[in-house]
């Protein structure tokens, strides 16, 4: 079993605090600029999606969020805002005034901090709700139209991934200029309200019709020049899931970095326990590839982070298949929640060593609110990273160990 470590031993003598390192960038990003955000990293699901609009329920509790970022130093918040289906909430003002307000809460007391969005492989019929904004058609070199999104017009024509979500959810084809607008809307729309990251989900299936990469690279080109023009920072951080280790066209990458699922395997014999391993199923550690980025700087192995899948409960919770990519039957994050609290802390303070030694080029991004599976319908949808409350039961009071580990 991973010791159970109660304390943490700060190697090398004085700490470097956070505010000693560089967070600055502009119009591009250096490597140790992106690996200081990047080691500072948390995914915070919905954060800046205010109620009644989050897809996984009620958010209780974000002021505690708020102290959570300011009392650890998070600099990088992953996913804070995005939609899976649900897309009519988009024309509600609310909806961006809200998340508006919570960057202005959180650049109040530390301007340098991240939001990162999310454009997913989902859209629904939904979206034919929606009108297309002029500047969404200014943006990609069209003409402009008066009218609404088409959800038929962003699907493959050969019904490949169509209704792969259910009846009337799909996966968007990045070929079709329609789904090139729903994005550029969307990641316009990110950028306008304060994002300056944004995660661009599974680029495999999106590019099922693309797949060396050459509509997602002319698209990613209008998405830059947008955010040079539009973003605080005239830069977006654009990531994406890589499976085949990055994202590169003639040796040049469309991603600032890459991102993958920690890819945990179980341990048969030690029940619901899991480790890291290289080469296990398709865990990108040490698969990262060599290139030239987006700010131009050329490296051996493009900076990843690796994150706590969620994804679904199995057929088999709590019986182990080390060749599936569940961990003992439940999604990453729903097996890390279902942990007794002393084993969450050492198996982040593993995980976060295991990286350093292992492959330095990683980093991990800490779980401070993230969707759950564990198939008990009185179960929470979504679990947090701040300490268990009447109000948020759910939280695993995590600040403690994030704050020593990144010391």
Known sequence: MIQVILGFVLMGGALTACEDRNWDFDGGISRPVLENYLSRSATM???LTVDPFCNDGHYADKEKDIELIKNIGAKFIGRSIYRWGGERVLSDPGFWNGARGLIEKVHAFDKRVIFQAATFE????EVNTLKIPAWTFEALGLPVEERNFSYEMMLNPEGKYVDLWGAGSSVPDITQVETQLWFMYLIGSYVQIGCEAVHLGQIALIGMNDPHFETWQSFLVKIRNYARENARRHWILLDAH???GGMIVNGIS???FNSFPLRIKEVPEKPMEGVLEKGHLDAIYGRSLGCITPSGWECQALPYLVEFDNFGVSDHPGVANVNDHYTWGYDE???FYLQKPEYREAWL????DWLQKNDPNGHLEMPLARVISTGNPGDPKTCRGIAPSE??????????AIKALWK
Request: hydrophobic share 40%; with cysteine; aromatic share 14%.
């Open 242 to 244: 890589t499976p085949a």
């Open 254 to 256: 469309l991603l600032d």
């Open 45 to 47: 699901s919905e954060f």
């Open 391 to 400: 109000s948020c039961p759910q939280g695993m009071n995590l600040e403690a």
């Open 122 to 125: 989902a859209v629904t019929r």
């Open 349 to 352: 303070k593993y995980a976060y």
């Open 333 to 335: 994050i729903t097996w």
